[in-house]
C-alpha cells in the first residue's frame, strides 16, 4: 500500500518534500497531481534504472529520488508557485516495463495509487 505525505500549505517561493512509502525499486514510480476541475498529470517519474524525468512546468524546481533502503520514494518541490496547488499522489506500476519519460503520460498502466496529499501554494 502506497501512503504519501508531506504535502501542506505554503507561501509561493517555499519548499516541501512529499514522501511515500512502501514502494518497491523493481517499479516505475511516478508522482502524479490533480487540481479541481482538471484531469491529472503526471509531474515527475523515475523508472526501475533511476533514470528521472519531469513536465516541463516543474523541471528545475523538482526532484524525483527513491530510497530503496527505506522503501520511499520523494519528490523535493522547490520555488513553489501558486499553480501547484493540487492534489499529490504516488503511483506505481508494478510488472509493467516503462521509461520515465513514457510513465509522465500514462496513468492508466498505473495499477497502484496512494491516498493523495494536499499542497496549497499562496
Known amino acids: 500500500q502506497l501512503v504519501e505525505s508531506g504535502g501542506g500549505s505554503v507561501q509561493a517561493g517555499g519548499s516541501l518534500r512529499l514522501s511515500c512509502t512502501d514502494i518497491?525499486?523493481?517499479?516505475?514510480m511516478g508522482w502524479f497531481r490533480q487540481a479541481p476541475g482538471k484531469q491529472r498529470e503526471g509531474v515527475a517519474a523515475i523508472d526501475s534504472d533511476g533514470t528521472t524525468s519531469y513536465t516541463d512546468s516543474v523541471k528545475g524546481r523538482w526532484t524525483v529520488s527513491k530510497d530503496s533502503a527505506k522503501s520511499t520514494l520523494y519528490l523535493q518541490m522547490n520555488s513553489l508557485e501558486p499553480e501547484d496547488t493540487a492534489m499529490y499522489y504516488c503511483?506505481?506500476?508494478?510488472?509493467?516495463?516503462?521509461?520515465?519519460?513514457?510513465?509522465?503520460?500514462?496513468?492508466?498502466?498505473?495499477?497502484?495509487w496512494g491516498q493523495g496529499t494536499q499542497v496549497t501554494v499562496s
Open positions: 503511483a506505481a506500476a508494478p510488472g509493467i516495463w516503462m521509461t520515465a519519460v513514457q510513465a509522465l503520460g500514462a496513468k492508466h498502466l498505473f495499477g497502484y
Open positions: 518497491s525499486r523493481t517499479y516505475c
